[in-house]
């Protein structure tokens, strides 16, 4: 649904932060694209707060039926911009798929997923589960309880199907990663065939994010890993549930971007940080005051031209906790973060991560030197934008220098073995030792002929 921040007659108030009236910008009337998730919070808080409009720009945001025709519609002009998969910026940019480039200044949180199961899939998964004293699972759940699972299905001459919502998404390569981390292989790639079910024990498949409850109550799916708030409403629906978190799987992990086209970005630069400025305030809103305003955003998503879940669903992982079984809740306050931990800093580490995966299942066919996977992460990830928006918006009394990592080369610091599922460390400046360290996976030279893994 579209929606105008105010009336272009608004366009002559003087009512904006002086940042936005000493920039000249090139385009003030913009159109962005986000799909139904939580995630999208930055882009209805930048809106409803007013934050696009204290910039100078009239923003209309607009649902998109799947992020295929979201990345389309940004790199065709019909978008100026959109809530994006981590991926898709750099599978575009480095040709996998559509090719274009694709650049980000702004990573919109980090957490925010699940992977969910059918109640069937539960009940057979249970007794391999340890419990807690109390009876309640043991979190977090290994994906070595589903072995036993997939071998039922194969005896009965079924295939065991998972969904995810798109081949370089965040879900696909955390569904992937706790598959493996338990011993399932869910497939590879390979130029010939990018169905990803390569020799797999489970097939992987996509569906949008909002059809993933109704996938999985019809059967055709036994599992999936989405964002929120689908798989609160499985268990709403009493349909499914919740066996992990992605932050139970890789604590403060990186998701969603907000992404541009290299083009539009060097042609306005000073609509991208007015942007960039009005993305980062309304992160900090998100996260200020121990999450003080999580409710008020809970009301906000739950409107119609925005998720469209009801508030009880999406409060039941925004407000700082998560529920598993049905009455099985958990505190997770960090289940979604939007600012705190430097969250919206664009590292280039985060980028090498999601081409370490690609690479792994096959997406990137061919081995490839460390030095390569710092050039696409710095030919897409554009923290240089990100810190001269925040520079400016310290400048101008609106956030606090201490906010911000100015002096970081951008990389994070290693994530510790303590911090991930199986127990593996990741180093972004090391992508081929991390790559080679993973036990389910393509190693070194190693690429995908046929049906089979060479090398």
Known sequence: MKRFLLSLT??????????????DLEQDILTFGFIKLTDMAPLAVAYEQGYFFDEGLFVTLEAQANWKVLLDGVIDGQLQ?????AGQPLAATIGYGTEAHIVTPFSMDLNGNGITVSNEVWEMMRPHVPSRADGLPEHPISAEALIPVIEEF????????????????THNYELRYWLAAGGVNPGYYSPENITGQIGADAFLSVTPPPQMPATLEAGTISGYAVGEPWNQQAVRMGIGVPVITDYQLWRNNPEKVFGLTAEFVEENPNTTLAITRALIR???WLDENDNANREAAVEMLSRPEYVGADAEVIAASMTGTFEFEQGDVREIPDFNVFFRYYATYPYYSDAVWYLTQMRRWGQIAEAQPDSWYDEIARSVYRPDIYLDAARSLVEDGLADEADFPWDTDGYRAPTPAADIIDGIPFDGRQPNA?????????????????????G
């Open 10 to 23: 608004a366009a002559t108030s003087l009512s904006g932060p002086i940042m936005a009236q000493a920039l």
């Open 81 to 85: 911009g959109a809530h994006m998969l």
């Open 154 to 169: 194969n005896a009965r001459g079924e295939p065991f199907n998972m969904g995810m919502v798109f081949p370089v998404s």
């Open 282 to 284: 309304a992160a900090m």
């Open 434 to 454: 991390y790559i080679d360290s993973l036990p389910i996976g393509l190693h070194g030279d190693q690429r995908v002929v046929g049906e089979e893994v060479q």
